[in-house]
């Protein structure tokens, strides 16, 4: 399964962005997708994840409350709605697939199949 991810752009403080995720070659079923970030000069940080069948989600506590992920299963395609965003929030964006336990769902380790990454710069 190849992954696409686009959406990213520039935007000032307390707008917001859609991400899409989009794969192609094979099905997200039975999947677990997870959005990751990194920053220059930081560690690829968990963003958010979504069990592709079934639709379970996870985020991280530092967007909790203001970004939501979905999928569209018949688009095979999963979004990150970003709302009220800060300038820490500024970093590449990146989607990947795993089969890891649920509980194991934020590690990046446990991520082999990346996406080329969207860039989110929010300005203040």
């Known amino acids: 399964v190849q992954l696409q991810a686009s959406g990213g752009g520039l935007v000032q403080a307390g707008g917001s962005l859609r991400l899409s995720c989009a794969a192609s070659g094979g099905t997200l079923s039975g999947y677990r997708l997870g959005w990751f970030r990194q920053a220059p000069g930081k560690e690829r940080e968990f963003v958010s994840a979504?069990?592709?069948?079934?639709?379970?989600?996870r985020y991280a506590d530092s967007v909790k409350g203001r970004f939501a992920i979905s999928k569209d299963t018949a688009k095979n395609t999963v979004f990150l709605q970003m709302n009220s965003l800060k300038p820490e929030d500024t970093a590449v964006y990146y989607c990947?697939?795993?089969?890891?336990?649920?509980?194991?769902?934020?590690?990046?380790?446990?991520?082999?199949?990346w996406g080329q990454g969207t860039q989110v710069t929010v300005s203040s």
């Open positions: 979504i069990m592709f069948s079934g639709g379970t989600t």
């Open positions: 990947a697939t795993t089969r890891i336990v649920w509980s194991e769902i934020a590690n990046h380790k446990h991520y082999s199949n």
